[in-house]
């Protein structure tokens, strides 16, 4: 199997785990259709590989072997043991990625991009893939930046991500973990009932729980929320902009960053 086939084949089987958990043990009531939101978030998918695979190819995992071949990069120069440095390597990646995620909410022209993730009216496995075409590239071309400064080994860019691809896919899900066990795995990582509190209409609960992977860069960056105001089922989720499936719909989700975007979310107040 190739890189892609075994991406592919991890997506595929967390995907079908997750769709069936949600069916067992879901967590928040759901508000808008869930086949016609599956539809819609899958289109987008599907938009999305094509437009990085028609300006990108295997990009990441390309250019690490790029500047494996160079000896660019850091960790190409420190020549660390390489359990080390994929290890730094995939730690490090996270903090960039959640460092991205609080750039795309703070400046307005990036959440107009990003609304598009947010405005989702039920939070489910699918959801963990619905971006807009231009941020994807936009996320792309950041990943290409941190590669090249890096240096870090192919395995450890197709290990980070197979990793914040799985985990995208269960910390969107809607399913209901035991207390317990949620309390414990947030200590290292983000679960679904966290990420669920970033994707509240609330607008200091959007602003908060940036973590894809880890959960330890929210705590220790003061960007933390334990609790919504609401309980967790009860939590609204989406923005205040869009409330109707009918304005998040296909077409009207690959126009929205195009359109004026009322007085948002982001975290600079000059969106008007
Ligand atoms: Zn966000
Ligand atoms: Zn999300």
């Not at 933390?224 to 309980?231: D, F, G, H, M, S």
């Given at each position: 199997m190739d890189t892609n086939q075994i991406r592919f084949a991890i997506f595929l089987a967390v995907f079908l785990l997750m769709l069936g958990l949600e069916s067992i043990i879901q967590r928040h009531p759901t508000v808008d259709a869930k086949t016609r939101r599956l539809k819609i978030n899958l289109a987008l998918t599907g938009i999305d590989i094509l437009v990085v695979r028609l300006f990108f190819g295997a990009a990441a995992v390309g250019a690490a072997q790029f500047t494996e071949e160079k000896g660019w990069g850091l960790f190409n120069y420190l020549q660390w043991p390489e359990g080390l440095e994929i290890f730094l390597c995939v730690i490090i990646l996270d903090l960039m990625i959640y460092i991205q995620h609080v750039v795309v909410h703070m400046i307005p022209f990036f959440w107009r991009f990003h609304i598009v993730h947010h405005s989702d009216l039920d939070l489910d496995v699918s959801s963990g893939l619905r971006f807009h075409p231009i941020e994807i590239l936009g996320s792309m071309l950041f990943k290409l930046g941190l590669v090249f400064a890096l240096g870090p080994l192919p395995i450890a860019v197709l290990i980070f991500e197979a990793v914040l691809n799985g985990m995208a896919q269960f910390s969107h899900s809607n399913i209901t973990l035991p207390a317990s066990l949620d309390r414990l795995l947030r200590y290292l990582i983000v679960t679904p009932d966290m990420h669920r509190i970033h994707h509240s209409v609330e607008k200091n609960e959007t602003n908060s729980?940036?973590?894809?992977?880890?959960?330890i860069w929210d705590r220790a960056l003061g960007t933390?929320?334990?609790?919504?105001?609401?309980?967790q089922p009860q939590i609204t989720i989406g923005v205040s902009q869009f409330r109707t499936s009918e304005e998040v719909s296909l077409k009207n989700l690959l126009m929205m960053p195009f359109r004026k975007i009322p007085a948002g979310y982001s975290v600079s107040p000059d969106e008007k």
């Open positions: 729980n940036f973590g894809f992977n880890l959960s933390y929320v334990k609790e919504a105001l609401k309980p």
